[in-house]
């Protein structure tokens, strides 16, 4: 591969494997299109931003004259969606803008590398599209789809899209589903950036219930690689989970964040539950494990202590996004659950 383009690239996880691929295969370009919400943060890729190899394009993916103009300024061998709306709570606050980007922004990006003939298109999904788990087991590829927010609903939608897309018109494409992604760059409303960096001002930590909700937590870097994976060597038409095989309950990992920033447990304040709140999501990635040659490579342990680290080491980088849109965001979410808990 020569020449791709990702959207969403000024986005934690998009910046994350923008990065990696840049560094790990000096023969590729890459093109980045991001619109910049409150979530897009150029500042993720100055480091790389002077690197001949590195394009940057404004705009939004909804945008059909945009892509269309971008997609025509010179062939890419793949185009990598990442660009979404992310936060399940703001799902909750305003659907609008994730049907919008997330199905309308799918539907149009698709369209435009039909008409560009781009000859592979990944699909960035996460397993929220698959709904909540009881106790045991876990989602497989197979898992029927039956998401629970307007977030996960308006991905699920955006996936049988893909798929319509795939096999109507033998659309090239690849999806993938990944669960929790933690590591560096990622916003601050997401619950272990928002609760480190809460932690590291001494401020309390809103906890959604009891606590008692499970996620599996995957390192990002171990997603991009299972992303770079899937765009080399994936089927079209196939579906990839990735998970990190790190299943905890919130409130075990909340602990565990105080007592490695040193915090007292009377920081933790159990607050109203997020409607509709799944319960459990675990990944079965023997699939990815088995056809792609890809595994988890970073331990949760020590991920989430370089996790710590690196916001540690980037106060400034979160005081600047704590500073803009987010105080209002952090009011209208949080000032009524906190002054009641
Ligand atoms: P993020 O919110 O950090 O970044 C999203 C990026 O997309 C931002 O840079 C934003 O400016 C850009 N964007 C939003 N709307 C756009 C539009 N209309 N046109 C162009 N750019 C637009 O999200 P993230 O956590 O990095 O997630 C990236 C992708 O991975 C999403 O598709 C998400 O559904 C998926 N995913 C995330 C996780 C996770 O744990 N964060 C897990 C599995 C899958
Ligand atoms: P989040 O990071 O929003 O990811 P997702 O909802 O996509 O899994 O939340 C992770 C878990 O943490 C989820 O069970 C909700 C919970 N949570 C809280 O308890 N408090 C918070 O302030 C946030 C943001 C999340």
New binding site residues.
């Given amino acids: 591969m020569q020449r791709i383009l990702v959207t969403g690239g000024c986005g934690f996880i998009g910046s994350n494997f923008v990065r990696h691929m840049i560094s790990g295969d000096p023969g590729l370009s890459i093109v980045n299109v991001d619109k910049l919400t409150y979530a897009g943060n150029p500042e993720n890729l100055q480091d790389i931003e002077s690197d001949a190899r590195y394009t940057f394009r404004h705009g939004d993916i909804g945008d059909r004259v945009f892509i269309d103009g971008v997609l025509g300024e010179g062939p890419v061998d793949a185009v990598v969606n990442f660009a979404a709306e992310s ?3 703001r799902s909750i606050l305003d659907s609008g803008p994730f049907v919008q980007t997330n199905i309308v922004g799918t539907q149009v990006l698709m369209d435009a590398c039909r008409k560009h003939q781009v000859p592979r298109y990944v699909q960035v999904s996460t397993d ?1 599209v698959y709904g909540s788990l009881g106790d045991e087991g876990a989602f497989t590829e197979e898992t029927p789809l039956a998401p629970n927010s307007p ?1 996960s609903a308006s991905k699920a939608a955006a996936d049988l899209l893909v798929r319509g897309y795939h096999h109507t018109f033998g659309f090239p494409a690849v999806i993938t589903r990944c669960s ?1 992604n933690y590591g560096p760059y990622q916003f601050p ?4 950036p ?1 609760f480190i960096s809460n932690l590291l001002e001494n401020k309390p ?5 009891k ?1 008692e ?1 499970v ?1 599996d937590w995957i390192h990002v870097m171990d997603h991009c690689r299972g992303i770079e994976a899937a765009l080399r060597n994936g089927q079209l038409g196939a579906v990839y989970n990735f998970g990190g095989r790190s299943e905890m309950r ?1 409130i075990d990992l909340t602990r565990l964040l105080l007592k490695l920033l040193d915090r007292p447990e009377s920081l933790i304040r159990y ?1 109203q539950d ?1 409607p509709g ?2 319960l459990r ?1 675990a990944i079965d990635c023997t699939r990815a494990e088995r056809e792609l040659g890809w595994k988890p490579q970073v331990t949760f342990e020590s991920g989430l202590r370089e996790t710590i680290a690196w916001y540690v080491q980037h106060t400034e980088w979160v005081a600047r996004i704590k500073s803009g849109e987010y105080t209002r965001y952090y009011d209208q979410q ?1 000032g009524d659950r906190l002054s009641q808990s």
């Fill in positions: 936060h399940v709570d929220e977030y929790n409303e997401k619950l272990l928002l930590v809103p906890v959604y219930g606590g909700n996620r919130n607050v997020r709140h799944d999501y949080y």
